[in-house]
């Protein structure tokens, strides 16, 4: 048990002036005056009205999406209306196809494919900005229509797509030169399609794109 002391001692003084620092601590750094600000360094920001940042988010977003329509459309794919009747039974009228842009970047139009190309007819009044064809020969191949047949290299071609031998004259042996194609409609009956045996036979660059499907009307909705 601790015990308290009734006896008090004499203390001693302390002694009297300025109290020593210890020899470790370090005197405090001298606080240096503010820099004067310059004139209208510091004024502050006017907000954007909230309004005004609305409609510049909108407009932002309308621009890129604008901006990759336009480059899918360009490069990738676009959607094409059939018009007149030079791919019956296969298309009809106002059907819309997808016509897709990028194969034909990393490959070439082959036997049968439906494409989209520029018409190659002289200007006038029955030429129109594209056709929808089918691809008959490709650079290399032997091209003769005879006796209402197709024939390709020599050999009968039998075409399921069509609903009627070729009404039309015979024509050729055609043999297609490097990059150039021959193009027909599935329509066989008398000047039912406007196609390579009037124009002759179509340079690669003026294939647009490979139909890949009908998309419309939906009933009809189907790959080519």
Same mark, same amino acid.
């Given at each position: 048990?601790?015990?308290? +002391?009734?006896?008090?001692?004499?203390?001693?003084?302390?002694?009297?002036?300025?109290?020593?620092?210890?020899?470790?601590?370090?005197?405090?750094?001298?606080?240096?005056? @503010?820099?004067?600000?310059?004139?209208?360094?510091?004024?502050? +920001? %006017?907000?954007?009205?909230?309004?005004?940042?609305?409609?510049?988010?909108?407009?932002?977003?309308?621009?890129?999406?604008?901006? =990759?329509?336009?480059?899918?459309?360009?490069?990738?794919? !676009?959607?094409?209306?059939? /018009?007149?009747?030079?791919?019956?039974?296969?298309? &009809?009228?106002?059907?819309? *196809?997808? =016509? !897709?842009?990028?194969?034909?970047?990393?490959?070439?139009? @082959?036997?049968?494919? #439906?494409?989209? *190309?520029? @018409?190659?007819?002289?200007?006038?009044?029955?030429? %129109? %900005?594209?056709? #929808?064809?089918?691809?008959?020969?490709?650079?290399?191949?032997?091209?003769? $229509?005879?006796?209402? &047949? *197709?024939?390709? !290299?020599?050999?009968?071609?039998?075409?399921?797509?069509?609903?009627? /031998?070729?009404?039309?004259? @015979?024509?050729?042996?055609? %043999?297609? /030169?490097?990059?150039?194609?021959?193009?027909?409609?599935?329509?066989?009956?008398?000047?039912?399609?406007?196609?390579?045996? =009037?124009?002759?036979? #179509? +340079?690669?660059?003026? $294939?647009?794109?490979?139909?890949?499907? $009908?998309?419309?009307?939906?009933?009809?909705?189907?790959?080519?």
């Amino acid at each position: 048990m601790t015990k308290l +002391s009734d006896t008090l001692h004499e203390t001693e003084p302390a002694a009297v002036g300025p109290r020593r620092r210890s020899s470790g601590a370090k005197p405090p750094k001298e606080m240096k005056p @503010d820099r004067p600000r310059k004139p209208g360094k510091d004024k502050p +920001s %006017k907000a954007m009205p909230r309004w005004a940042a609305e409609l510049w988010d909108w407009g932002r977003t309308l621009l890129i999406a604008g901006t =990759v329509v336009l480059l899918v459309n360009y490069f990738v794919f !676009n959607l094409s209306t059939v /018009e007149g009747h030079s791919m019956e039974p296969t298309l &009809q009228e106002k059907e819309w *196809l997808f =016509v !897709n842009k990028l194969s034909y970047r990393f490959g070439s139009p @082959d036997h049968g494919d #439906v494409v989209i *190309l520029k @018409d190659p007819s002289k200007d006038g009044p029955q030429k %129109k %900005k594209f056709l #929808v064809k089918r691809i008959i020969g490709i650079p290399g191949d032997t091209i003769e $229509i005879r006796d209402a &047949q *197709l024939y390709r !290299n020599g050999e009968l071609i039998i075409e399921a797509y069509t609903d009627t /031998e070729i009404d039309d004259d @015979d024509y050729g042996p055609i %043999k297609l /030169e490097a990059d150039n194609y021959y193009i027909m409609g599935d329509n066989r009956h008398a000047g039912g399609s406007k196609d390579s045996r =009037v124009f002759g036979p #179509v +340079s690669r660059d003026m $294939i647009q794109g490979r139909a890949d499907f $009908i998309l419309w009307p939906i009933t009809k909705m189907n790959a080519l």
